[in-house]
């Protein structure tokens, strides 16, 4: 309890500091003209989108603009994911590969039927082929296993949500099939995939990102900068065998459960700041019953928090250039703490922390490295489980804490094509996502790539830059 208290002061001071800064600088607003603030959204804030500035003459750029100017914008992506685990886990030299292509549209219904600030979000997600989704149990620990993607069914409805925006656009309210992680605690590391959190998908209830669930959710722009929301999620503890379209649990056995979500965030860019900063803080209450995998005994709900930060620090230019994308240094980092020990998944906090680097060469402007560490701590109950789990002859002492140390990069091909690929080596790996088995765990090495593809910007049907 005294550690959460400290976490809360922190960000209190934190917060303060960016809230006075807020009304001293007059620095110009946020570099997004559709949305009137820089905070992205939506289900692309979990694709490695490129950042390149989008280039005009495409092949459909006039269908494109005809489109827009109509009150439709389409969208359209396509993301290759190959994981492997050369030496960690229960089974190691063992691969995942999917494919994912979600299909979609905005709708702004003002340009369409007059209705001011109104706006209809859709898109349906498909997998058509993947290899072994088993992979997570064969990499088997937190940082390692959770990572790799278990998506059984084809077709998943991802976003269907009506918006509402009022006050000048300051005010959103949305209701629908929308995933929490959409709109909050969204990632800040460089890449996805070595800050993938056991916590918020599991205890506090925020599947995945390809699975929908009924929400409501109030947001409130107080500046360009700084935001405040609230919201409401139905989670499904099944989600892997639920397809987004079902109106309660449906066939798929799982357990319905209320998620609630207070956030507050403070974000800038280059286009407002000459050393950019972001700072969020999210509380998180799942009303879905939690049981000690050890002991069986049971708590009524889950709770916790999120913290978050990143702060540019260092510029070659000194910040004396009004340049959108210079070459930076940026340190960032991430705790998710669950206060209780009754959780069903057994995990109690997680931290990732590194350092990006922006801009690292003069040919290539666009793209970013980064170096992390990556700590997660299991409860002392998830430890004991693991341990009498384990079905093999020698002895399998789980330590509490597993570690990482990883190293990922972002290419950006071009404005509609990304590569990002990582490597990671593990310490102290547990067999967390296969407790039963009879191969005591290993540390080592894994490693993943994501090949992205914006079909939408690459064909011409997004005339706008990217926010």
């Not at 071009?414 to 790996?429: G, K």
């Amino acid at each position: 309890m005294k550690k959460t208290v400290l976490m809360l002061c922190m960000f209190g001071s934190i917060y303060s500091s960016m809230a006075m800064a807020e009304t001293t600088d007059n620095l110009v607003a946020a570099a997004d003209p559709d949305a009137g603030t820089n905070f992205r959204i939506g289900p692309r804030v979990a694709s490695p989108e490129s950042t390149a500035p989008v280039q005009d003459n495409k092949l459909f750029s006039k269908q494109g603009q005809w489109l827009s100017d109509h009150g439709v914008s389409p969208h359209v992506g396509l993301t290759e994911v190959y994981l492997g685990n050369p030496s960690v886990g229960t089974q190691t030299n063992n691969y995942e590969s999917l494919s994912l292509i979600s299909v979609g549209a905005d709708f702004d219904l003002n340009k369409i039927i007059g209705l001011q600030g109104g706006y209809v979000h859709f898109e349906e997600l498909f997998v058509p082929w993947t290899h072994n989704l088993g992979y997570g149990g064969q990499a088997a620990s937190v940082i390692a296993g959770k990572p790799g993607p278990y998506i059984p069914k084809v077709s998943h409805l991802t976003l269907f949500t009506y918006e509402q925006k009022l006050l000048d656009d300051k005010l959103s309210i949305e209701a629908g099939k929308s995933n929490a992680g959409n709109y909050m605690a969204t990632p800040i590391c460089n890449t996805g995939f070595t800050c993938v959190n056991a916590i918020l998908q599991d205890s506090a209830g925020i599947n995945p990102p390809p699975y929908a669930n009924w929400s409501t959710r109030i947001a409130y722009n107080v500046s360009p900068k700084l935001r405040v929301q609230a919201g409401w999620w139905r989670s499904n503890n099944a989600f892997p065998f639920t397809n987004g379209w079902e109106g309660d649990a449906g066939d798929s056995g799982g357990t319905l459960s209320d998620v609630y979500l207070a956030d507050v965030a403070y974000k800038t860019d280059f286009s407002t700041e000459k050393y950019p900063v972001t700072v969020e803080a999210m509380g998180f209450h799942n009303t879905r019953e939690q049981v000690n995998p050890l002991t069986s005994a049971t708590s009524n709900s889950a709770n916790g928090v999120y913290l978050a930060g990143k702060k540019t620090f260092w510029r070659q230019d000194g910040g004396n250039s009004n340049d959108p994308n210079p070459k930076s240094l940026a340190v960032f980092g991430a705790l998710t703490h669950s206060f209780e020990e009754n959780t069903t998944n057994g995990v109690e906090t997680q931290l990732n922390t590194g350092i990006i680097l922006n801009h690292p060469f003069e040919s290539r402007p666009y793209d970013s490295y980064s170096v992390s560490f990556i700590w997660d701590q299991l409860t002392k109950s998830e430890q004991r489980f693991l341990q009498q789990s384990y079905t093999g002859a020698d002895s399998y002492k789980p330590g509490r804490n597993e570690y990482a140390i990883a190293l990922d990069a972002n290419f950006i091909l071009s404005d509609s094509l990304v590569v990002s690929p990582f490597i990671m080596r593990t310490f102290n790996s547990s067999s967390w996502m296969n407790p039963t088995t009879s191969t005591n765990p290993k540390s080592g090495i894994a490693l993943g790539v994501a090949l992205h593809i914006q079909l939408d910007t690459l064909l011409g049907f997004n005339p706008h830059p990217h926010p």
